[in-house]
């Protein structure tokens, strides 16, 4: 980081005047005999490489290097409803304690609510070494402010080098508030991470419309937070013997206590989830009309799938939003999914590449969903699934 620095000895009116000229965004003006760049700079540094050589100059900050020694730790938040955890926490789980072999850190648990002992013993048996457990009646209804004055307070006791937050609703809600109050970085929904040997995380998610894969450190920032969607890495698996140990967290009920009061809970209609879907034919642009999609519908039904889309799909107006695989819609992880007339983008692909098997009927052998299906059939998908779906009705050949 750096900043620009303005030489008011070297700046007369007649500089003044070529250097207010020369920038694009109009943020260099020139008042009472002072030289000012204000708010509406953009960094380009126009000024310092075109403008009046010496007048304004870019200075380099230091870099505060942090002593990454005292943070230890890969922390998971624990999210729960109804008593119930969400399951995209045994996913974190089954990612943090991989992540920690790496150096030989702990795996923490941070659970926040009401009457938790049953949660918490029940997260002992996969595999976190200590739940940290804020137990109070005033954290019984999620409230944003309570929950991240939780997370202030464990941070600063515990120490942690990683947080990891589910991309829900609630850890959408939080991570971005904690990671604000550490004036540290929050990547959201990575799909894959990895740990250096310097306790570095490497936080990956496509980037630029799912044009790139980008690769996110932040080595002078502790925590590193990240939140990671539902259904994009393995669960942890459950062990008969629990382990490891809980911890009672205590915090002053004047950071427990909120304004904000639940006057009455609505229970929200069961919609379309395609991420809970065992079997899913997934459709694209290959299928040329909205009729069309009648043969995809039957292969469903025969299957006992979830019908879903890509993108192009939704702005066509043919789908539910909700149907939508992608960064952009939904992640799934079904035992089988049927891709028909679907290229493979980066976008497509980071939500569903986590399918245990992947048949792929497109036309482009070089179909970027070629590289992820374990069986590909190179063709038009209008002679490859009438053949297709005569065999599953038990027709001839």
Not at 163 to 170: C, D, I, L, R
Not at 273 to 302: N, Y
Request: glycine residues 8%; hydrophobic residues 40%; aromatic residues 8%.
């Amino acid at each position: 980081m750096g900043s620009l620095k303005v030489h008011q000895e070297k700046v007369t009116s007649e500089i003044a005047e070529k250097m207010c000229a020369l920038c694009p965004f109009h943020a260099i003006s020139y008042e009472d005999g002072t030289l000012k760049i204000d708010a509406g700079c953009r960094m380009c540094r126009l000024c310092v490489k075109n403008g009046v050589p010496g007048v304004v100059t870019f200075e380099e900050e230091a870099a505060q290097e942090i002593d990454k020694n005292l943070w230890n730790g890969i922390a998971v938040f624990a999210e729960w409803e109804k008593g119930e955890v969400h399951p995209v926490v045994y996913e974190l789980l089954g990612k943090a304690k991989e992540l920690a072999e790496v150096n030989g850190h702990p795996v923490y648990v941070l659970l926040v609510g009401y009457e938790l002992s049953r949660i918490a013993e029940e997260l002992l048996h996969y595999g976190a070494d200590c739940v940290y457990c804020y137990d109070s009646q005033y954290l019984s209804e999620f409230k944003p402010g309570p929950y991240t004055n939780v997370i202030e307070d464990f941070v600063n006791k515990i120490h942690p080098s990683v947080m990891m937050y589910g991309a829900t609703v609630k850890g959408r809600s939080l991570a971005p508030r904690a990671a604000a109050r550490f004036q540290t970085g929050l990547t959201a929904d990575c799909t894959v991470l990895k740990m250096k040997k310097n306790t570095d995380l490497v936080q990956i998610r496509p980037a630029f419309g799912g044009n790139i894969m980008a690769q996110i450190v932040t080595p002078n920032c502790r925590p590193q937070f990240c939140t990671v969607r539902y259904k994009v890495f393995s669960s942890a698996e459950r062990s008969r013997q629990a382990s490891g140990k809980i911890e009672k967290m205590g915090l002053a009920d004047e950071k427990l206590k909120s304004c904000v009061k639940v006057q009455r809970e609505i229970e929200k209609p069961k919609t379309i989830d395609i991420a809970q879907a065992e079997v899913i034919v997934a459709v694209g642009r290959g299928v040329k009309s909205r009729q069309d999609l009648a043969m995809a519908q039957e292969l469903a039904e025969l299957l006992g799938a979830q019908l879903a889309c890509t993108r192009p799909l939704i702005e066509a107006g043919w789908f539910d939003a909700r149907r939508q695989i992608g960064l952009s819609g939904r992640t799934v992880k079904p035992k089988l999914i049927i891709t028909l007339g679907i290229s493979g983008s980066v976008q497509f692909a980071a939500g569903m590449k986590g399918a245990e098997c992947i048949i792929s009927i497109n036309q482009d052998k070089n179909a970027d969903i070629f590289n992820l299906a374990h069986y590909c059939f190179v063709g038009d998908l209008y002679e490859i699934l009438p053949k297709l779906l005569c065999r599953l009705k038990g027709g001839a050949r």
